[in-house]
């Protein structure tokens, strides 16, 4: 099984600011990965696939960068409706997903 | 609007049996794979089961295997997931969601929905 380790596991940041997201696999998933936003009591949103492709509707803001074993997800200037948890999942081998990055508000 | 809605959590013995439902509008259902996900209270997200578009081809998480079984209706733009023998260790928020086929082959949950709490408990 592939392990996804997300890092921090809490990200204090402004509105404005700009947060950078880690996430690293256990074995390369190649660019085999997906960032997910969730807010409490809502579906979880695709942010990015193919470690770095912005899905339909989201703005340009969000960004994921890395490949292999490496990967980033940044947000350049935080808005409010940003905060919560973000997860990482690769599709590689199954599907395994990182214990999330919790954006609250500094 | 492309939604899933799942119905059917709630409160069960162990041992007890339940059956999940997710509702789907806005797509083509009958095209896609589709799959359910979990997520245990303040723990994570585990992938549970997932199904081919016309039932050809079911897999599941070992932790499942022989209680749980994923179905679906695509006359009814339905999925399900009956779960059978249920454990403590199952309790979760199960969502459904929908799979996306990528270039190379691969698949991803594109659409999820809210999710339905099961409770195992005595």
């Known amino acids: 099984e592939i392990v996804m380790t997300q890092s921090p596991a809490t990200l204090s940041v402004s509105p404005g600011e700009r947060a950078t997201l880690s996430c690293r696999a256990s074995?390369?998933?190649?660019?085999?990965l997906v960032w997910y936003h969730q807010k409490p009591g809502q579906a979880l949103r695709l942010l990015i696939y193919g470690a770095s492709t912005r899905a339909t509707g989201i703005p340009a803001r969000f960004s994921g960068s890395g490949s292999g074993t490496e990967f980033t997800l940044t947000i350049s200037s935080l808005q409010s409706e940003d905060f919560g948890i973000y997860y990482c999942q690769q599709y590689r081998d199954w599907w395994t997903f990182g214990q999330g990055t919790k954006v609250e508000i500094k | 609007e492309v939604q899933l809605v799942e119905s059917g959590g709630g409160l069960v013995q162990p041992g007890g049996s339940l059956r999940l439902s997710c509702a789907a509008s806005?797509?083509?259902?009958?095209?896609?794979?589709m799959t359910w996900v979990r997520q245990v209270p303040g723990k994570g997200l585990e992938w549970v089961a997932n199904?081919?578009?016309?039932?050809?081809?079911?897999y599941y998480v070992d932790s499942v295997k022989g209680r749980y079984t994923i179905s679906r209706d695509n006359a009814k733009n339905s999925l399900y997931l009956q779960m059978n023998s249920l454990r403590a260790e199952d309790t979760a928020v199960y969502y459904c969601?929908?799979?996306?086929?990528?270039?190379?082959?691969?698949?991803?949950?594109?659409?999820w929905g809210k999710g339905t709490t099961v409770t195992v408990s005595s």
């Open positions: 199904i081919k578009e016309d039932e050809s081809e079911k």
């Open positions: 969601a929908r799979l996306l086929r990528t270039l190379e082959g691969y698949y991803y949950m594109d659409v």
């Open positions: 806005g797509f083509t259902f009958s095209s896609y794979w």
């Open positions: 074995q390369s998933v190649s660019s085999n």
